[in-house]
């Protein structure tokens, strides 16, 4: 199984696809990250050559933020929001949708299980 930035991506899979099990990157990065490394997309993980894995780990690091460096960049930014007394950094303090979304019907993503009213009947 090959590993990428401390992350094992699953040698069964096309590479074009399990690229995206690094945080960060999707569809559409994989497919460019291969394009400019000059791997076909098509390969899987497991045909690949230690030199081709290396190319494709130096150039995601040269030109994308992954992983932890982008997980805490996102929670540096979120931070920063909240710290400043903005709307959107109060929405994150409360754990409701930041983006405008109504909340009065669906929005149990964020909010978690619906909180139930009233006592369990004992028989």
């Known amino acids: 199984m090959p590993r990428i ?3 094992d991506i699953p040698k069964n899979r096309k590479i074009g696809i399990s690229l995206r099990y690094l945080y960060g990157i999707g569809p559409i990065t994989s497919l460019i990250i291969l394009k400019e ?12 050559s230690e030199e081709e894995i290396s190319k494709i780990a130096t150039h995601i690091q040269a030109n994308y933020r992954i992983e932890g460096e982008l997980r805490r960049e996102i929670s ?3 931070r920063r929001l909240s710290e400043i007394g903005s709307y959107r950094g109060s929405r994150h303090r409360k754990g409701l949708p930041v983006r405008g979304q109504h909340t009065r019907r669906n929005t149990r993503t964020r909010k ?4 139930r009213v009233g006592g369990i009947k004992k028989k």
């Open 5 to 7: 930035f401390g992350v």
């Open 37 to 48: 490394v000059g791997i076909n997309s098509d390969k899987r993980a497991y045909d690949l």
């Open 76 to 78: 540096q930014n979120i």
């Open 112 to 115: 978690g299980p619906k909180a």
